[in-house]
């Protein structure tokens, strides 16, 4: 059973940094793609962005792109999410999404994804 844990979030105020960590691990598997999602309370789940190893393609929502980077090792089924000049509505809990099997969904498609994490919650205040 692949089993999914993040790390890393916590309280920030706008314009801090913080960094995210994912790793997924258990059975005999390679990722395809890991992903990162968020939901702020009262909201849907909200695509921030992915990386697809082959190629080491990324992809960024709007709403973060410039300010948010995502990495990772394919190898060790680990991807990390940098968040700078947080804003107070980047508040929400994250949760780390892992593709182990073929996929036609966008990358932003939660259906695209196969195993997820609980998530961890990051809070910026004003």
């Known amino acids: 059973q692949v089993r999914v844990v993040e790390s890393g979030g916590g309280l920030a105020q706008t314009g801090d940094s913080l960094k995210l960590s994912c790793a997924a691990s258990?059975?005999?598997?390679?990722?395809?793609?890991m992903g990162w999602f968020r939901q702020a309370p009262g909201g849907s789940r909200e695509f921030v962005g992915n990386i697809k190893w082959n190629g080491n393609t990324k992809n960024y929502a709007d709403a973060v792109k410039g300010r948010f980077t995502i990495s990772g090792d394919a190898a060790t089924n680990t991807v990390y999410l940098e968040m700078n000049n947080l804003k107070p509505e980047d508040t929400a809990v994250y949760s780390c999404?892992?593709?182990?099997?073929?996929?036609?969904?966008?990358?932003?498609?939660?259906?695209?994804?196969?195993?997820w994490g609980q998530g961890t919650q990051v809070t910026v205040s004003s």
């Open positions: 999404a892992v593709q182990i099997t073929s996929s036609y969904y966008y990358d932003s498609a939660p259906a695209r994804y196969d195993y």
């Open positions: 258990g059975g005999n598997f390679r990722s395809i793609s």
